[in-house]
């Protein structure tokens, strides 16, 4: 997709819901949805895959924590995903969404795109047009492993070193982070962003802690473009605690302070 603007403008970069895991949020993923779903700038959502777990049995024990079967998982994400529908570029493949493409030839993202009206595919490419510059946007879900978040920049600079493109957005290891660097392009100093776009897991699955993982805090990335430079911010999206734990402070408080105003004696009965 090619676009011209002279305003600033917004890529949002999310995947890696797992809908239907016991540890996926769908609440993070609502509130991430509104956020995106408020901000004013013309923007631009790509959907970086895993979006649903689609366990097997023949791949880890997570067919043991899935709480929601596929056809709900779908319907999950479709409910979820709709306020933000006209601004979602690509639903990128994942791994688990693959998973079902090779065992029943059964395409989700395809499933989802009669819904939600975006295109589907293993790799996005995109361009994003100013007056006097444009930048090149690559999008894809990933594969293999990276234990901790140096490894992944390494792993993710090089996985795309032959792509030529501005503005990367790889998702699959969970790690919310993104690194801004510049290349050489002609004498010139260009701007480069590699981004990592996090996931929507409340806890880390068992295969990362086997592996003894550093946990990854959900959340996703916005990356901010104009005709003079990129920039980036990471939301880290928290489980909002329960009102009920003040309440229950706020009763025994106050039973506390009715004890006080009582003698022992006067309150005392043989």
């Known amino acids: 997709m090619r676009s011209r603007s002279s305003s600033e403008q917004?890529?949002?970069g999310l995947g890696d819901f797992h809908i239907g895991h016991t540890n996926s949020s769908p609440e993070l993923v609502e509130r991430a949805v509104?956020?995106?779903?408020?901000d004013p700038h013309p923007k631009r959502v790509y959907l970086l895959g895993d979006l649903v777990e689609a366990a097997a049995k023949n791949v880890g024990t997570s067919v043991y924590h899935q709480d929601l079967a596929l056809d709900d998982q779908i319907e999950?994400?479709?409910r979820l995903l709709a306020p933000i529908r006209r601004h979602i570029q690509v639903y990128l493949v994942g791994n688990h969404e693959y998973r079902l493409l090779k065992e029943y030839n059964l395409n989700v993202p395809r499933l989802v795109r009669r819904s939600l009206g975006c295109s589907t595919a293993i790799?996005?490419?995109d361009t994003i047009r100013f007056p006097n510059k444009s930048y090149r946007i690559f999008a894809v879900h990933g594969y293999g492993a990276a234990k901790r978040v140096e490894t992944a920049i390494t792993k993710i600079s090089n996985d795309t070193?032959?792509?030529d493109a501005d503005i990367v957005l790889y998702g699959h290891l969970h790690y919310l982070f993104a690194l801004k660097k510049y290349v050489n392009r002609q004498g010139r100093p260009e701007p480069k962003l590699l981004a990592c776009t996090g996931?929507?897991?409340?806890?880390m699955?068992?295969?990362a802690q086997m592996r003894l993982c550093p946990p990854a805090q959900p959340g996703?990335?916005?990356?901010s473009v104009t005709s003079d430079d990129i920039d980036y911010k990471l939301f880290e999206m928290k489980e909002k605690k329960s009102r009920e734990q003040p309440r229950r402070r706020k009763k025994k408080k106050a039973a506390d302070k009715k004890k006080k105003g009582k003698s022992w004696v006067s309150s005392y009965d043989p």
């Open 76 to 78: 999950t994400l479709v």
């Open 10 to 12: 917004h890529l949002y």
């Open 220 to 223: 996703f990335v916005r990356i």
């Open 199 to 203: 996931c929507f897991m409340k806890q």
């Open 161 to 163: 070193r032959e792509i």
């Open 34 to 38: 509104k956020i995106i779903e408020k």
């Open 205 to 207: 699955p068992d295969y």
């Open 123 to 125: 790799q996005h490419h």
